[in-house]
């Protein structure tokens, strides 16, 4: 089944003009990975440029890594301190990402 999410049907079209050598070597790949031409192009640019991390999902992975190091780790003290130095990493880099969008505004 298809992630509709990933490939929502109301895409706009985008015409690419390819020219035939290279047209050649896609159909090739995407007959080889048992594939359209469309899918082998989708997964092309994906792996050329890959989703960025979201943040949310890095906040996410940060406090799950909180709760397991504070219950696996007996030296609490260091913990905590290595924590509290990736937290601030993690606000700077937000600051970073908005200063960033805002002057794309």
Same mark, same amino acid.
């Given at each position: 089944? &298809? ?7 109301r =895409?706009a079209?985008y015409? #690419?003009? =390819?020219?035939?050598d290279l047209? &050649?070597? =896609? ?7 048992? /594939?359209?031409?469309?899918s082998? =192009?989708? %997964?092309?640019l ?5 989703a960025q991390?979201?943040?949310?999902? &890095?906040e996410s992975?940060? &406090?799950?890594l +909180?709760? %397991?190091? #504070?219950?696996?780790?007996?030296d /609490? %003290?260091?913990?905590?301190?290595a924590? /509290?130095? #990736?937290e601030?990493d993690?606000?700077?880099?937000k +600051?970073?990402?908005?200063r960033? #969008?805002k %002057?794309e505004?």
């Amino acid at each position: 089944m &298809v992630d509709e999410s990933k490939y929502p049907t109301r =895409i706009a079209p985008y015409g #690419l003009r =390819i020219p035939p050598d290279l047209k &050649v070597r =896609i159909q090739t790949a995407a007959d080889a990975n048992s /594939r359209t031409m469309h899918s082998e =192009i989708l %997964a092309a640019l994906e792996e050329k440029f890959p989703a960025q991390p979201q943040l949310s999902n &890095v906040e996410s992975s940060l &406090v799950l890594l +909180k709760f %397991a190091l #504070l219950r696996d780790n007996p030296d /609490r %003290a260091k913990t905590l301190m290595a924590l /509290r130095e #990736l937290e601030e990493d993690l606000k700077d880099l937000k +600051k970073h990402i908005y200063r960033g #969008l805002k %002057a794309e505004d």
